[in-house]
Nanobody, 117 residues
Framework: QVQLVESGGGLVQPGGSLRLSCAAS????????MGWYRQSPGKERDLVAS??????KYVDSVKGRFTISRDNGKNTVYLQMDSLKPEDTAVYYC????????????WGQGTQVTVSS
């Protein structure tokens, strides 16, 4: 079993920055995928950024403002969010895909990010 613990959300003014962290613990054989998703009220949960051995990907709306990174030694993924906009307001979730022959998805508990003046 793998547990993910998120931290770093909060209230920030437009144009401000936040850094989210997601740390994994437990039976981790191999991490194939690390991603950040977000969900606003009444909307689906959408992928914002991801990182794999092949590199990073971002949704168009956050390109140039968000940066995803990882610390393999700590089994942790980060999301640096700069130039935040009110439309970035959402609950942010991290997801890891873990395993060698059999892959399983694990989700963090979610952290609220509110961008408002």
């Amino acid at each position: 079993q793998v547990q993910l613990v998120e931290s770093g959300g909060g209230l920030v003014q437009p144009g401000g920055s936040l850094r989210l962290s997601c740390a994994a613990s437990g039976n981790i054989s191999r991490i194939n995928f690390m991603g950040w998703y977000r969900q606003s009220p009444g909307k689906e949960r959408d992928l914002v950024a991801s990182i794999t051995s092949g590199g990073t990907k971002y949704v168009d709306s956050v390109k140039g403002r968000f940066t995803i990174s990882r610390d393999n030694g700590k089994n942790t993924v980060y999301l640096q969010m700069d130039s935040l906009k009110p439309e970035d307001t959402a609950v942010y979730y991290c997801k890891f895909t873990v395993g060698l022959l059999k892959r399983s998805d694990y989700w963090g508990q979610g952290t609220q990010v509110t961008v408002s003046s």
